[in-house]
């Protein structure tokens, strides 16, 4: 069964930084695009970055652009979001997804990102 499992979330100070991390299991891994998404309460799920199956091309939402970098080990079938400069309005869950085609066929169960003020 395929399982996405992020982790390193946490409750940190704004200007500071979190590395996120999502493990993938169950799948090829070194074939699919990975992306980040995140929810906020009460607000839909937002796109974040994303990375093609080799890594040579990256996209990031504006909101973060310069800000967050994505990166990943396919060796390890781990994908990461370095997060520097938080901002309170980055605060929110943060889920990862696998794309084979055109469609973000898995997701994992998220981590909170919590950004004080």
């Known amino acids: 069964q395929v399982q996405l499992v992020e982790s390193g979330g946490g409750l940190v100070q704004a200007g500071g930084s979190l590395r996120l991390s999502c493990a993938a299991s169950?799948?090829?891994?070194?074939?699919?695009?990975m992306g980040w998404f995140r929810q906020a309460p009460g607000r839909e799920r937002e796109f974040v970055a994303t990375?093609?199956?080799?890594?040579?091309?990256?996209n990031y939402a504006d909101s973060v652009k310069g800000r967050f970098t994505i990166s990943r080990d396919n060796a390890k079938n781990t994908v990461y979001l370095q997060m520097s400069s938080l901002k309170p309005e980055d605060t929110a869950v943060y889920y990862c997804?696998?794309?084979?085609?055109?469609?973000?066929?898995?997701w994992g169960q998220g981590t909170q990102v919590t950004v004080s003020s």
């Open positions: 997804s696998a794309k084979y085609v055109s469609a973000y066929d898995y």
């Open positions: 169950g799948l090829t891994f070194s074939i699919y695009s």
């Open positions: 990375i093609s199956s080799g890594g040579g091309y990256t």
